[in-house]
């Protein structure tokens, strides 16, 4: 059986080697990611780049590439049998292993991600001293310092052996305090301190805290008026979203996002739209290809965050191409996923009546 700490281990290790698998794959065949995301069921450019990461994904929940995935990616990249049954093999295993951890544990992603990190991370020093035959002898009685005798002066600073010393004849040659001139100005001396007061440059400085907060004060002055001023026209404190993203609040505004026309396999080409129109959430999936093309189309909303559908296929059968140019369009269609997160469209295409859908196009995503 295994403990689950192996088990981990071993889904590991053939995670890593499926990953190698499929890259070799794509490099044999001169294809890019791309190509198996658009081509392999359920599959997204972000979840194929998590399978390329082999162990790494155990810390992510995206699904993870068992034996009906990796036969998928042998057929599309029309791999040699030998090579496909590897593929195959593979997936086997992985599939495998995750059902007896499944049964094992009921949160087992998070439990084998902390154990790998905490597998990588390596263990910190200790504070402990050493013992055994790693403690360092201890030294001669010889090579201690002499303890100091009693009323010694303390060893100076190795530093204060650079500085030069004044020579015993100069320090009898120092003018004593009376005999010095009033200095330039005054006829007269300063009177003695007081005893204990400190000398002038042993008295402490006076920190001058005014200004500084003064400063402060208008720093804050001036944050609550670009707030305030903020917020009466109308601007998010937060800033505007990334241009990469349009946000459409359910029930007001609107946004349409479509991905670019991709190649979906046979010389179609599929288009994945999503939009907002009015409060209501609207996907589209539009085709186009060579004259005489019947095929069958489908859409559905998908969640880009959870990397999964939210919603049930939206199919339009028997669609024909009769010239050159000319488009088929399946949608709008109107869905109603949850609020707070990002959705896509997700499109794909058969031939007409003739196995399962694929050639999956995803469009950008909408904030909803």
């Not at 658009?38 to 599959?43: E, F, L, M």
């Not at 040699?80 to 009921?106: F, K, M, N, V």
Request: glycine content about 10%.
């Amino acid at each position: 059986m295994g403990t689950f700490e192996e088990l981990v281990d071993r889904l590991a290790a053939a995670l890593d080697e499926a990953a190698e698998g499929i890259r070799e794959a794509l490099r044999s065949r001169g294809r890019p990611q791309k190509f198996l995301a658009n081509r392999v069921a359920d599959a997204s450019p972000s979840l194929i780049s998590r399978w390329l990461s082999g162990a790494r994904q155990l810390s992510e929940r995206n699904r993870l590439p068992g034996a009906e995935a990796m036969r998928q990616i042998a057929a599309v990249l029309e791999l040699p049998p030998q090579r496909a049954r590897e593929l195959a093999a593979l997936g086997e295993r992985i599939d495998e292993l995750r059902t007896r951890l499944e049964s094992e544990e009921r949160g087992w992603r998070a439990k084998a991600a902390e154990y790998r990190d905490r597998a990588d991370t390596p263990p910190s020093g200790s504070d402990t001293p050493p013992s055994g035959s790693d403690a360092l002898p201890p030294p001669p009685p010889d090579a201690l310092p002499p303890p100091p005798r009693p009323g010694a002066l303390p060893p100076q600073p190795q530093q204060d052996a650079l500085l030069p010393q004044p020579r015993p004849d100069a320090l009898s040659a120092q003018p004593r305090p009376d005999a010095l001139p009033p200095t330039s100005g005054s006829d007269v001396p300063p009177p003695p301190s007081r005893s204990g007061a400190l000398p002038p440059q042993s008295r402490p400085v006076e920190r001058r805290t005014v200004p500084l907060m003064t400063a402060a004060i208008a720093a804050a002055t001036a944050a609550v008026i670009s707030f305030l001023g903020g917020m009466l026209a109308g601007r998010s404190w937060a800033g505007e979203p990334p241009p990469a993203t349009t946000v459409a609040a359910a029930g007001q505004g609107a946004g349409e996002r479509c991905s670019p026309w991709t190649d979906a396999g046979d010389g179609v080409q599929l288009e994945a739209c999503v939009r907002v129109r009015d409060g209501r959430m609207l996907i589209r999936n539009r085709l186009r290809g060579p004259a005489g093309t019947r095929a069958d189309m489908v859409v559905q909303g998908y969640d880009t965050f959870l990397e999964k559908p939210v919603t049930k296929e939206l199919k339009c059968h028997q669609m024909h191409l009769t010239a050159e140019g000319q488009v088929q369009t399946c949608g709008w269609h109107e869905i109603r996923p949850p609020y707070g997160s990002e959705y896509a469209t997700r499109a794909g295409w058969r031939k007409a009546g003739e196995g399962p859908f694929g050639g999956h196009v995803l469009s950008p995503g909408l904030h909803w």
